[in-house]
């Protein structure tokens, strides 16, 4: 039984009537009087230069009230392609029109005169000398010239010997390793620990693969939508359906050289993120140049398929996995080179590579990843942005592995997991961690011990780590004389994240739950809050809900004790109201009546307010376990049974929790199975819902959730954050059970049905 | 979506009429599942949109034992799932139907407009093929009748004439000892398009096969019948797994598969083999039980 009365249990969310009855106003139901529509001119080139832009028919269209291009950014800052364009889909204009068909037809009337360029889109391609170029950028080395390289820099740096020889020997081999010269690098990282040549020689088994995941878009249900105001004295209002309206109030006063205190973001109830929705170039800053030129309110919606083609996906990954270990089953070295899909712009995820160590004791590991430029839109965050690709690879060459030296995937892995004060391969020792009573819990709750199959039917298991973020943020609370208690805050609820903030308010409070109320402010009105990305936002302003609480809390007993005639450490909290500890008679005082009396005090009324930027995070396991059938005559694969645990430090609400775990699963598996943004020399061939499969309900069955709760220190309760773990495991759970249905394994994800029938044929099965 | 201008006739001949008179410029609307996607995707840009909503009569399930079953052209893929006769004895035709998107959108979705469409993965039109449908096609100029074989010409094309509607599909009776099984080849679950789509139907005399029909959605430019492979069915007596195998290896010959950004021709006619074994297996053991 819980020491608490309100954390830890399943209330129901404080959105959920709103959500179910329709009351949520999101992005697209905002309307203003004397609205327009804008519409952007989109590159339908993969790669071109643009040899003119020709607003004049479109201008004609009657209903259109504004074009704007790059010219009419004062800052110079790119909003616009001008000169070249790098994907179909680039924004080279946006027009602003009294119906949102007209300005559809007013964008197409726009002329683009283009020259068109050759196109690259597959990573391994853009790395070659051959190869178009996207940017004027140098050439980078790859790992084995990176080695020679630094042995050339320490020989010619040693003065006290002579090394011309070997110095020339190596200068020759340095020149002659061709294919490692890497064009069109959007960046680099690099990590070593150990010394894996030395790891992989003492190995008793080497597994070498290459794995490819493809890019993947959040799919978020609402699109993008932005609705900008700019007024005769220059202040724009802009509603916004962010995942971090702050981020987007700064991100458009940099962008438009706006001050911060001209602008105001009004987030929106918003329909999904998973790290998507940040940025501000997609609509928001358009619609302000739109807003600002014509003087009306303007709204810029993204159609899905427009979210396909310039929204910012997932970045897709080829990674050359190398792991090597000792037949009893210790892992001795790891390597890993991960080409990452950055599309037209220094993208993300890459620094994600070094979770390819997973939370293993792999003494020697090398780790070396490179952004590639390609003809495709740049990327963003997913849910762990990076973490499902290379974890994909990492449990994939660790289930081969296990196989090879007959040894139980879960054993295996719990063999070589590491616990507190153990090192991390290039990192800092371990603090107290749950790794290995997550994936027994999960191994536990599956059947694993005992499983069975009939034919073609597998089981598979992996594991995937995540260690939420921390960032900036500030509440405020008011205590009425109802005795109700209202929240104010800035930050946005996407998982459940208000439900969690009310309730650990109420805790602290000692009120019921359903006595707290929420109110968001847009970001003239609420004191700053970080952005709801990185599975920070319980941490966070859970934490700052506790201090504000607590801060309330001292506000009230020293009230408490002014009324009461006593000192404030004679009194107690609870059930709502202020008793006094020792003394007769007993005497106690309501929360409300405390707050009517504050009205009439000198202090004033009882508002406590709480501030919090960052303390370290504990970092998180997610496993899952789960059961598969395969058709071996179409290659269809059914999920019969699957199983997800996690880590979340403590369930502040459960039921919230389970939801995050069953999504993110869920989100796992489709990328695993179906989910695949596809390319050829004219750009996004599937950019909707037809081609691009996201999965219904009626593709899994329940997934089976599994908390389990090793306190964060530094948590609120100590909470972990829950929002991104569970993903990360899911591409590597899925590969793993189909080999076992039908020993071969699909390296290259999606595992769609025609790959399984390739892959059972080209092993004559 | 482009403006246009929208008519409500309440007769098929006015109907056909104003389809004649702005002849390439105007399309029929039944539930608009296809036409108004297109239509927001400017693939479709018709000026002129004609409901056939308000036309009564073309609504409608009706069965008789002598004369068999009509199918009116405004039917939505919900009835035709959930028909009670059409289940029972026109089997595929209600499977068919069941693999039309989802819930919602099969109470919108008509039979007419699945066939007008003339998508070759039209869900329905392997069940039609196989069930040897007649379709009823009306105009200001009177009433013909079209085999569903004659019907579609290439993807998206048909025989019909301009001015001409759809008003109806009709089926000859199925004996009790018929059976039938429409199976579709898709990666999700619900709410995905064909890769391959397979209807078969036989009926049983004194246990031998006979009248059976396969065919074959997705595998050509248009739904077609896999007649080489009817042809061994009803051939042999009984029907061994080497005759399902033979047959299947027949259909998937006859079928003529493109690749595209969903599967590989290759895949798609290995495909047509097992959907086929399957179907004409099923079709066989329902027209027993
Ligand atoms: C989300 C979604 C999922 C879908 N999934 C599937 C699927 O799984 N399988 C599948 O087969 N289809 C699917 N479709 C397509 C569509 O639902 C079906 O083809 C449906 O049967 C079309 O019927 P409708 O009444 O909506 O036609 P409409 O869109 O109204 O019309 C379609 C075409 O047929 C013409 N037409 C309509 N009625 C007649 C008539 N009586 N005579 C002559 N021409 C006519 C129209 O002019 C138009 O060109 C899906 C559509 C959506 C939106």
Redesign the pocket.
């Known amino acids: 039984m819980s020491e608490y009365s309100v954390v830890g249990k399943s209330v129901p969310r404080v959105d959920a009537l709103d959500k179910v009855t329709g009351a949520a106003q999101y992005g697209a139901d905002v309307h203003r009087p004397g609205m327009l529509y804008g519409k952007i001119v989109r590159s339908k080139h993969p790669h071109a230069y643009i040899r003119g832009i020709d607003t004049s028919e479109a201008e004609k269209l009657p209903g259109v009230r504004a074009i704007v291009t790059q010219a009419d950014v004062k800052t110079g800052r790119s909003v616009f392609a001008t000169d070249k364009v790098l994907y179909v889909g680039e924004p080279i204009a946006a027009v602003a029109a009294t119906d949102p068909d007209i300005a559809e037809e007013a964008a197409e009337l726009v002329k683009i005169d283009y020259e068109e360029l050759p196109v690259v889109q597959d990573v391994l391609e853009a790395i070659k000398p051959s190869t178009p170029r996207l940017h004027n950028d140098d050439t980078k080395d790859g790992p084995a010239r990176r080695v020679i390289k630094a042995r050339l820099k320490k020989l010619s740096d040693d003065e006290s010997q002579d090394h011309s020889a070997e110095i020339e020997e190596l200068t020759a081999k340095f020149e002659s390793l061709e294919d490692e010269v890497y064009y069109n690098i959007s960046a680099e990282t690099h990590t070593e620990a150990g010394d894996v040549e030395k790891g992989f020689a003492e190995s008793d088994i080497v597994v070498e693969d290459t794995y490819v995941v493809p890019r993947v878009h959040q799919t978020y249900m609402e699109p993008h939508v932005s609705i900008a105001e700019a007024d005769s004295s220059g202040k724009v209002t802009v509603w916004a359906s962010t995942q971090g309206p702050f981020a987007i109030r700064s991100g458009v006063a940099g962008t438009l050289g706006i001050p911060l205190t001209q602008i105001n973001v009004i987030p929106t109830t918003m329909g999904g993120g998973f790290g998507g929705r940040f940025g501000v170039a997609l609509t928001h800053v358009p619609a302000v140049l739109l807003s600002q030129k014509t003087g009306r309110p303007v709204r810029v919606q993204m159609t899905r398929e427009e979210e396909f083609v310039d929204g910012r996906p997932a970045p897709g990954c080829v990674i050359k996995l190398k792991t090597g270990a000792t037949n009893d089953g210790r892992i001795l070295a790891r390597q890993a080179l991960a080409f990452w899909d950055s599309g037209s712009v220094s993208g993300a995820s890459i620094g994600s590579t070094i979770r390819v160590r997973g939370v293993y004791k792999i003494p020697n590991l090398k780790v070396d990843a490179y952004g590639v430029y390609t003809n495709k839109s740049g990327t963003t965050a997913y849910r762990a942005p990076g973490t499902p690709q290379v974890a994909y690879a990492g449990e994939s060459q660790l289930d081969e592995i296990a196989r090879k030296i007959g040894m139980d995937g879960v054993e295996f892995r719990l063999k070589n997991m590491r616990e507190e004060g153990d090192q991390i391969p290039a990192g800092a020792k371990e603090p107290k961690v749950g790794y290995k009573e997550t994936l027994k819990a999960v191994a536990d709750a599956a059947g694993w011990w005992n499983r069975e199959k009939g034919p073609n039917q597998g089981w598979g298991v992996a594991i995937g780590d995540w260690t939420n973020g921390c960032g900036p943020g500030g509440i405020y609370i008011s205590v009425h004389e109802d005795g109700s208690v209202r929240i104010f805050h800035g930050s946005i609820d996407i998982t459940g994240t208000d439900t969690a903030i009310a309730q650990i308010v109420a805790e602290v409070l000692t009120v019921p739950y359903e006595q707290v109320t929420i109110t968001r402010g847009d970001t003239d009105s609420a004191p700053y809050a970080t952005g709801s990305g990185g599975s920070v936002v319980t941490f966070t302003m859970g934490n700052t809900a506790k201090l504000a609480a607590e801060d309330t809390c001292q506000r009230i007993l020293a009230l408490a004790a002014e009324r009461l005639n006593t000192s404030a450490d004679n009194l107690e909290l609870k059930d709502g109201k202020v008793s006094v500890l020792v003394q007769d008679p007993p005497r106690s005082i309501s929360l409300g009546e405390l707050a009517a009396y504050s009205l009439s005090t000198t202090g004033g009324p009882i508002v406590g307010k709480g501030s919090f930027a960052r303390k370290p995070s504990t970092p998180a396991l997610a496993a899952q376990i789960a059961k598969v059938e395969v058709d071996p005559e179409t290659g269809n694969v059914r999920v019969l049974k699957m199983v997800s645990s996690q880590d979340v430090g403590f369930a502040i609400n459960p039921m919230a929790v389970e939801g995050q775990i069953e999504g993110g699963t869920v989100q796992g598996y489709a990328w695993a199975m179906m989910e695949e943004m596809q390319y050829d020399e004219k750009g996004n061939v599937n950019p909707g819902f037809v081609d691009y499969r996201v999965p219904t309900s009626a593709d899994l069955p329940t997934v089976q959730s599994v908390i389990v709760e090793v306190p964060a220190p530094n948590g609120p309760f100590g909470a972990k954050g829950v929002g991104e773990p569970p993903i990360t495991p899911t591409l590597a759970t899925m590969a793993n059970a189909v080999v076992d249905a039908i020993g071969v394994r699909i390296t290259e994800l999606p595992i769609k049905p025609e790959k399984v029938i390739d892959a059972l044929k080209q092993n004559g099965k | 979506m482009r403006n246009f201008e929208f008519f409500e006739p309440t007769t098929v001949e006015e109907a056909s009429s104003l389809l004649a008179q702005y002849n390439g410029k105007a ?11 297109g239509m927001k995707a400017r693939t479709e840009m018709p000026e002129y949109v004609i409901s ?1 909503e308000n036309i009564p009569g073309l609504d409608g399930i009706t069965y008789d034992e002598g004369s068999g079953l009509r199918v009116g ?1 405004m039917t939505k ?1 919900r009835a035709l799932e959930t028909d009670a006769i059409i289940r029972d004895r026109y089997t595929a035709l209600a499977e068919g139907a069941a ?4 819930i919602q ?1 099969r109470h ?3 039979l ?3 066939i ?2 003339a ?1 070759p ?4 039109a392997a069940a039609l093929l196989v069930l040897d449908a007649q379709v009823q096609i009306g105009s200001a100029d009177g009433q013909r009748t079209v085999p569903i074989d004659a019907l579609f010409t290439g993807p998206g094309t048909t025989v ?1 004439e301009p001015g001409e ?2 008003t109806a599909f009709e089926f000859p009776p199925r004996p009790a000892n018929s059976g039938s099984q429409y199976l579709k080849q898709k990666i999700r679950e619900v ?4 890769f391959v789509g397979v209807a078969s139907a036989v009926t049983l005399n004194d246990g031998a096969v006979e009248n059976t029909r396969i065919g074959l959605a997705a595998v050509a430019p248009t739904p077609i019948r896999a007649t080489e492979a009817e042809g061994i069915i009803n051939r042999y007596h009984p029907v061994t797994k080497e005759i399902l195998e033979q047959a299947a290896e027949a259909a998937s010959a006859q079928s003529r598969p493109i690749s595209d950004l969903r599967c590989s021709a290759e895949y798609r006619r290995q495909i047509v083999g097992v959907l086929t074994r399957r179907t004409v297996q099923t079709a066989i053991n329902r027209a027993q039980s």
């Open positions: 399309r029929l609307l039944a539930g608009g599942t296809d036409l108004i996607i056939l052209a893929m693999e039309v998107g989802s959108i919108l979705a008509t007419g407009g699945n007008g469409h998508s993965a039209a869900d329905a019909l509607i759809i709410m995905d398009l064909a």
